[in-house]
């Protein structure tokens, strides 16, 4: 007879499922060694020893291990969903923000073109315009305040 002693993982190896293992290799042996007294049926019945009770027992296992693996798999594939979906969020997240600091920067560099090229401190402090329309005043102020609010956004 072959050795019947199975090394199960230790998730699988529940007692009822390494006793069905164990006793289906002893039938197994006994079929292939032509020993039919190994599967007499006794009366009453012992369901750990008769071979009937014994491969119903291991096709009902079957039959439930089977159905938890496939909740596990759906579970699983639920879990992978809502992990793609919380990376794409991030990813959006990240790009918005790499796109506020590209916007945050160009109005940055406008305002500083604008100082630099024509606004002028004259006595006092006062800022002095040299050479300005109304409208290059109202697009620096603009940028200033789209700043100041942007600004505002990233301390929040």
Request: proline share 3%; glycine share 4%.
């Amino acid at each position: 007879m072959a050795n019947t002693d199975t090394t199960l993982p230790p998730d699988v190896a529940e007692a009822k499922v390494l006793r069905i293992a164990k006793r289906l290799i002893a039938l197994s042996d006994a079929a292939a060694n032509r020993d039919w007294n190994e599967f007499s049926m006794r009366v009453p019945a012992e369901p750990e020893r008769d071979a009937d009770l014994v491969l119903t027992s291991a096709a009902q296992e079957l039959v439930s291990l089977a159905e938890e693996n496939a909740r596990l798999r759906e579970s699983a594939q639920q879990i992978e969903r809502e992990c793609l979906e919380a990376w794409k969020q991030a990813t959006h997240s990240r790009s918005c923000a790499k796109v506020a600091e590209a916007e945050r920067d160009a109005l940055k560099a406008r305002i500083a073109e604008a100082k630099r090229g024509r606004l002028t401190y004259g006595p006092a402090g006062i800022v002095m315009v040299a050479g300005m329309t109304d409208e290059n005043i109202a697009e620096i102020v603009g940028a200033a305040v789209a700043l100041l609010k942007l600004e505002d956004g990233e301390r929040e």
